[in-house]
């Protein structure tokens, strides 16, 4: 295994593309209504797809900003790796649901559509009875990720890039704290529902991802090449001690246990998802095609002909045109930002008590595609 840690070289893609598959998995046994056990729902919720998303989200878009902070070709950026790929799969979705026998003919759709295109994801009434209710169901994340990278620079204002904040932990234990407020309070009314479709609830997560990649924790003896204790550990903890914990208290702990996990993945073996994927990143448009795919199969009642692997085999097929074709050749446009590096030798920011010892932070290095 190799031992000298290089932030660029990591597992994310892959990771995300698990995240993506588990969302799928999830989405056809709730929303085709396959029977499934209690075991295999817990099996189901070890890696939660949106929480996965978001945690890396704000690793690595985290440690874009920070190489360059030029506001203009930050969003420049960000649009060029989310729009393409969101509009081509709303235009596909139009056009699969129109052959399916509804007409956007109508004003409600004159309205829908361009919110759409701009990533205001929503339900219009008149798609409100098709498939399962929702014309596709997984983009409202996509909402809620455009709401962090606004906020991303925000928070920059309050936390220097070059210096420790502990307005950052702050900044954590404030949104931890609305998410609990969200829970506790929550009633089935619109109020609450367009709270959950915004970064209120959320945004803890991704600050979780901007802090591990601020502290550099992927440098950390305790986290490098160490993501099979860290698995066996967040494996543990979810299967046999979730019962004896307070279920908000638990959801708190796992998805900071669920972080750690990650990163540590991600920096294990960390050649793994060059050599699976070859710089192939599907994950994507895996999350953004499958919701599609299944309210079509309830719509046109093909839910008795259908399982789970033909489903996948769809989505990944979509997903692998989308890339090709779209995504990949807008990514390729991104302007590139300074590639600062630093000192791997440098043990003092290395880990994560490091972090919080430690007066100064190195820039942060070059990193992924995002």
């Known amino acids: 295994m190799e031992q000298n840690p290089d932030f660029r070289v990591n597992n994310f893609d892959l990771l995300r593309l698990l995240a993506a598959t588990e969302v799928i998995v999830d989405h056809y046994f709730q929303h085709l209504n396959k029977p499934v056990s209690a075991f295999g729902l817990k099996l189901f919720d070890l890696f939660p797809g949106v929480p996965v998303f978001f945690i890396i989200s704000g690793y690595l878009i985290s440690a874009s900003y920070e190489r360059n902070p030029d506001l203009k070709q930050y969003f420049r950026n960000r649009i060029l790796r989310i729009y393409p790929g969101l509009w081509a799969c709303i235009i596909f979705s139009v056009i699969v649901i129109a052959i399916t026998g509804v007409s956007f003919l109508n004003k409600q759709a004159a309205v829908w559509f361009p919110a759409q295109l701009a990533g205001l994801i929503y339900t219009p009434g008149f798609l409100s009875n098709y498939g399962f209710g929702s014309y596709n169901g997984s983009l409202w994340s996509i909402t809620v990720e455009l709401q962090f990278y606004v906020l991303l620079p925000l928070c920059y204002k309050l936390v220097p890039k070059d210096k420790i904040n502990y307005l ?187 972090f919080l010892k430690s007066k100064q932070l190195s820039p942060a290095p070059q990193t992924t595609k995002e």
Not at 173 to 187: D, T
Request: aromatic share 20%; proline share 2%.
């Open 168 to 354: 950052l932990f702050g900044l954590l234990a404030l949104f931890i704290a609305c998410f609990v407020w969200y829970q506790v309070a929550y009633n089935d009314t619109g109020f609450f529902k367009l709270i959950g479709l915004s970064f209120i609830p959320h945004f803890y997560m991704f600050l979780i991802g901007v802090i591990f990649q601020r502290s550099q924790i992927y440098r950390s003896p305790l986290i490098y090449n160490k993501g099979l204790y860290w698995l066996v550990a967040y494996i543990a903890l979810n299967l046999f001690f979730s019962s004896y914990i307070d279920p908000l208290v638990f959801q708190l702990h796992y998805i900071t246990l669920l972080g750690f996990c990650l990163i540590s993945l991600a920096y294990t073996a960390p050649r793994t998802a060059e050599r699976l994927l070859h710089g192939n990143d599907i994950s994507y448009g895996t999350y953004i095609y499958h919701g599609l795919i299944l309210t079509v199969i309830m719509q046109e009642h093909w839910v008795k002909n259908v399982n789970l692997f033909e489903v996948m085999m769809i989505t990944y097929a979509l997903a692998c045109l989308s890339w090709l074709f779209i995504e990949k050749r807008f990514i390729r446009m991104k302007k590139k930002t300074n590639k600062l590096t630093f000192d791997s030798t440098d043990k003092k920011s290395g880990h994560f008590m490091g």
